[in-house]
């Protein structure tokens, strides 16, 4: 690939040249801040202690605007964007998986009256990254030990490596459906509850659809769900007027088990927003026959193909599911090389157009594994799969964490930097 013309000085490339005298010894400050703007920016902190330039460089606020300006789409390091658990007192870690680099992120702004957050939801456009709602523990609420749904809303900026705090939502929500329209600079949110992790089937349900402004700091309430649904997942289809707004899957109303024991009633359709129409929701029904599957697994959508439908997969069992829009099914398309002990501890996640499945080596029925088990920090395994392909490739890294993340509680999410 060719180096971008080194000829003409941008006002940010100017900037950088204010701030660093010397970059790299012996080369024109233009060329040097082209030459690491190729560094992959999961390196960007370890190599601030270089030297002083080099720690201003990489803290620049243009650095981000100058990758994406220099560098093709397809060369941005695609990170994954980890959240251990509560993001109020555990710093979120980016994890590169072309370098198995991990690198961590400042925690979000710290409420004092409020801790335990979960079930909330990331999503990333351009250089943001967003924290929106999610259930939680207010010391200022009664009972005390009766969790709370939130209606915060945060972002944080890799230009300015800080975080801010956003409009919070209309209706307070957590567990629900999110997606992302980066050409219009809005996020739709879908249904939730305020059902905290550590009670396995409590919690509120609702249906109300909200649909956030970027530029604007607002969020407008528009057409709600049928029925109350949280628990789901939400993405867009189409492009344009023909936009939609998918649903799929969630928990609604729950039953009793002889009396006592709550159990949730999965649906099993799908329900779809037309944009065009003013926000009007029509049904598609059930994804699969009674008694085929008990609940929709964990969902993925992959949006790098040139087509307007995305690909839609679904983890379940240790298979691996595409979705058919046409027909409203799903059929097998692979299984993972090697099963989990625990399969409901398993991260799953689109990346650059693969599939990842993340799991902890101790959770690997394998005999390679037996000699890493005693290790202080957990050893993570990445089975990847490409769906154009039909191939896999795994590989192995070094958590940064000191205890085994837990994926049934942890939130992941994606972008390109």
């Known amino acids: 690939m060719a180096l971008p013309s080194s000829t003409t000085v941008t006002n940010q490339e100017s900037q950088l040249q204010t701030l660093n005298p010397t970059i790299i010894p012996g080369l024109p400050n233009d060329l040097a801040t082209i030459i690491l703007v190729f560094v992959p920016y999961s390196h960007h902190s370890r190599l601030k202690s270089i030297c002083k330039s080099w720690k201003q460089f990489f803290s620049s606020k243009t650095i981000i605007s100058l990758r994406q300006k220099h560098l093709p789409l397809s060369t941005l390091s695609p990170l994954l964007c980890i959240f251990p658990q509560d ?29 335990g ?3 909330f939801t990331s999503i990333c456009i351009g250089s943001h990254l967003y924290v929106l709602g999610g259930s939680l523990f207010d010391t200022r609420s009664y009972p005390l030990d009766y969790p709370c749904p939130s209606s915060s809303a945060f972002r944080f900026d890799f230009g300015t490596f800080s975080w801010e705090t956003l409009a919070p939502m209309i209706n307070p929500r957590g567990s629900f459906a999110c997606a992302a329209a980066p050409n219009l600079d809005k996020i739709l949110v879908a249904g939730g509850g305020s059902r905290h992790t550590m009670f396995g089937a409590a919690g509120s349900r609702m249906s109300s659809v909200e649909m956030y402004d ?11 769900l049928p029925r109350f649904r949280a628990g789901c997942v939400g993405f867009f289809v189409g492009n344009g007027e023909e936009r939609e707004f998918w649903v799929m899957g969630g928990y609604g109303e729950s039953r009793t088990v002889s009396g006592v024991f709550p159990v949730d009633q999965y649906y099993r359709d799908v329900l779809v927003m037309e944009m065009k129409n003013g926000g009007k929701w029509r049904e598609l029904g059930d994804m699969w026959e009674e008694g085929e599957r008990w609940k929709l697994g964990k969902i993925v959508v992959v949006e790098d193909g040139p087509s307007e439908a995305p690909a839609v997969f679904m983890l379940d069992r240790g298979d691996i599911f595409s979705y058919i829009m046409a027909s409203n099914s ?36 394998s005999k390679e594994c037996q000699g890493l088990r005693q290790q202080k920090r957990s050893t993570m395994l990445v089975q990847i799969y490409h769906p154009r392909t039909k191939s896999w490739r795994s590989v192995t890294t070094r958590s940064p964490f000191q205890h085994p993340l837990d994926f049934k509680t942890a939130v992941m999410c994606t972008i390109r930097l």
């Open 87 to 115: 993001p109020l007192i555990a710093s979120p870690y980016l994890f590169d998986p072309r370098n198995l680099a991990w690198s961590p992120l400042p925690p979000m702004p710290c409420n004092p009256h409020v801790y």
């Open 117 to 119: 957050l979960c079930n």
């Open 214 to 224: 970027i530029g604007k700091d607002e969020w407008v309430a528009l057409d709600g």
């Open 330 to 365: 799903w059929i097998k398309e692979t299984s993972l090389p090697r099963k989990t002990s625990d399969e409901s501890s398993v991260g799953f996640v689109a990346l650059d157009g693969e599939l990842h499945v993340i799991s902890h080596l101790n959770g690997v029925k």
